[in-house]
Antibody
Framework: EVQLVESGGGLVQRGESLRLSCAASGFSINYHWMDWVRQAPGKGLEWVANINHDGSEKYYVGSVKGRFTISRDNARNLLFLQINSLRDEDTAVYYCSTALNNWGQGTLVAVSS | DIQMTQSPSSLSASVGDRVTLTCRAS??????LCWYQQKPGKAPKALIYAASKLQSGVPSKFSGSGSGTEFTLTISSLQPEDFATYYCLQYYSYPRTFGQGTKLEL
C-alpha cells in the first residue's frame, strides 16, 4: 500500500526552526517529484515547494524562498522540509505528496509568539 | 504568478443532483490542471489530472473539461459522500497555484 507519513510538526516560537519529514512506504520515491503543500487553519491549500528525482531541481513559492529548504534522501525513502525563521503565517498543516497525486495525512506546525 | 479563481465559493445541492464547478486561470495554462476533493480534517484526494483525465480509482461520476483559461468539474448523481470542498490546481508554471475552493453543501 502506498503511504506517506509526515512528522516533525509541533508548537514552536516565532523565529525558531523546524524540520519536517515525510516517510514513504509501499513504493520508492526515487522516480517521483515530491511536493509540500500547506493549509492554514480554516483556509485553502497553498503549494509550498517541490523537488525533482535526484534533488537537482527545487522550486518554492515566493513567501518561503530563503527560509524553507526542501530535500530528499532516496536511499531512506524520505522527504524533508527545513523551515527557518518561522512566522505566524507559517502556522498550517503541512502535507507531503508525490507529484500532487498521493498525499500524506499532514503534520501541524503552530507558531507561537 | 498565475491566479486561479473558482466559482461559486459555495454551492448548495441535493442528493441526486448534477453540479458543475468552474475554475478560471488568469492566463492560459493549456490542460495543466488538476481537481481535488477535500473533506474536513482529511488530506486532499486527487480526482482529475490534465484537465479531463480521471485518476485511478475515481468513479466516472466525476468529469473534467476545459483548456486554456476556463475549466469545469462536473459531478453527477450527488451522493452524501460527495459533499466536500473542491480545489483546482494549475501545474503549468511555478509557483503552482490552487483556487480558493468551492464548498459543496447539502
Amino acid at each position: 500500500e502506498v503511504q506517506l507519513v509526515e512528522s516533525g510538526g509541533g508548537l514552536v516560537q516565532r523565529g525558531e526552526s523546524l524540520r519536517l519529514s515525510c516517510a514513504a512506504s509501499g513504493f520508492s520515491i526515487n522516480y517521483h517529484w515530491m511536493d509540500w503543500v500547506r493549509q492554514a487553519p480554516g483556509k485553502g491549500l497553498e503549494w509550498v515547494a517541490n523537488i525533482n528525482h535526484d534533488g537537482s531541481e527545487k522550486y518554492y513559492v515566493g513567501s518561503v524562498k530563503g527560509r524553507f529548504t526542501i530535500s530528499r534522501d532516496n536511499a531512506r525513502n524520505l522527504l524533508f522540509l527545513q523551515i527557518n525563521s518561522l512566522r505566524d503565517e507559517d502556522t498550517a498543516v503541512y502535507y507531503c505528496s508525490t507529484a500532487l497525486n498521493n498525499w500524506g495525512q499532514g503534520t501541524l506546525v503552530a507558531v507561537s509568539s | 504568478d498565475i491566479q486561479m479563481t473558482q466559482s461559486p465559493s459555495s454551492l448548495s445541492a441535493s442528493v441526486g443532483d448534477r453540479v458543475t464547478l468552474t475554475c478560471r486561470a488568469s492566463q492560459g495554462i493549456g490542460s495543466d490542471l488538476c481537481w481535488y476533493q477535500q473533506k474536513p480534517g482529511k488530506a486532499p484526494k486527487a480526482l482529475i489530472y490534465a484537465a479531463s483525465k480521471l485518476q485511478s480509482g475515481v468513479p466516472s461520476k466525476f468529469s473534467g473539461s476545459g483548456s486554456g483559461t476556463e475549466f469545469t468539474l462536473t459531478i453527477s448523481s450527488l451522493q452524501p459522500e460527495d459533499f466536500a470542498t473542491y480545489y483546482c490546481l494549475q501545474y503549468y508554471s511555478y509557483p503552482r497555484t490552487f483556487g480558493q475552493g468551492t464548498k459543496l453543501e447539502l
